[in-house]
């Protein structure tokens, strides 16, 4: 329920709405009216830093986040909500205030298929925090990153707080178990970096294989600790179901 206005007191109305600063103002008793609320603000707050463009089976984790980004924005306008989005690498890329219509969400499929960011980098905290101040009343907002940042809890928190947050953790399964290629060079999409890799060795995989799953250990922590709900969806699998399971849950 909003707040829509106040007018004097009528017969039948309830005393409990009285507002009881306006009353003494005027000496004569003033109510508080109300309005349900119906229409939404859905935000995207979208990750697109370098580590997007990684994938190693049938999708880029950028084009799965394309196409969770079009699913989720036409079933807003189906429920008459307005839509807008956040566009985030190491800063702050690119604002779509929220809107309704099927041009605007044309135009946020549009931004994201040829979007091309100024930086490589990752930093969620930013995007969080921009969330927070940017949009005043209360909205649901969908984190969209593969979260390797993972150096956000505080402002994960407090956006929740103000917000209704729900993190979308889209992944590639190469990223959490390394097969055994023999001797490959890799390179750190984010910070350029390069490195050879031993993948035949068994404990080269078999300390990669922890570190990752410490990673998210963590991440799982991050997301419970904050009371923030979160799918996992990968680049290899269907992510309906995931997201349907999320939406059931809540």
């Known amino acids: ?41 859905v935000m995207l707050v979208i990750d697109v830093s370098g580590s997007r463009d990684f994938g190693t089976t ?12 079009a699913v989720i924005s036409f ?10 989005v956040i566009l985030f690498s190491d800063k702050i890329e690119m604002i779509i205030p929220p809107g309704k219509g099927k041009k605007h969400i044309l135009r946020i499929i549009r931004d994201l298929l040829g979007f091309e960011p100024k930086s490589t980098g990752t930093n969620v905290s930013e995007a969080l925090r921009h969330l927070t101040n940017l949009i005043k009343k209360r909205c649901t907002a969908f984190v969209i990153s593969d979260f390797i940042d993972n150096s956000f809890a505080d402002a994960l928190s407090i956006a929740n707080k103000k917000h209704d ?18 001797l490959i060079r890799v390179k750190d999409a984010e910070t350029g970096r390069e490195a050879w890799i031993d993948t035949s060795s068994s404990s080269v995989r ?45």
Not at 3 to 25: K, L, M, P
Not at 58 to 69: D, G, N, S, V, Y
Request: glycine letters at 4%; hydrophobic letters at 40%; aromatic letters at 10%.
């Open 75 to 84: 079933s807003a306008i189906q429920n008459n909500d307005k839509i807008g």
């Open 206 to 250: 078999g300390a990669f294989n922890r570190k990752s799953k410490e990673a998210l250990a963590n991440l799982d922590a991050t997301f419970k600790r904050s009371g923030v709900d979160v799918a996992k969806l990968p680049t290899d699998g269907d992510y309906i179901v995931p997201l349907m399971n999320l939406f059931k849950c809540r």
């Open 165 to 182: 947050i729900i993190a979308l953790h889209v992944y590639d399964k190469r990223e959490h178990e390394l097969p055994s290629m023999g």
């Open 1 to 41: 329920m909003a707040f829509s206005e106040v007018r004097e007191y009528q017969y039948g109305d309830s005393i409990r709405d009285i507002d009881w600063n306006v009353t003494a103002r005027f000496n004569r008793p003033f109510i508080k009216i109300f309005e349900e609320e119906r229409e939404l603000t």
């Open 58 to 69: 049938t999708r880029l984790k950028k084009e799965l986040i394309t196409e969770i980004a």
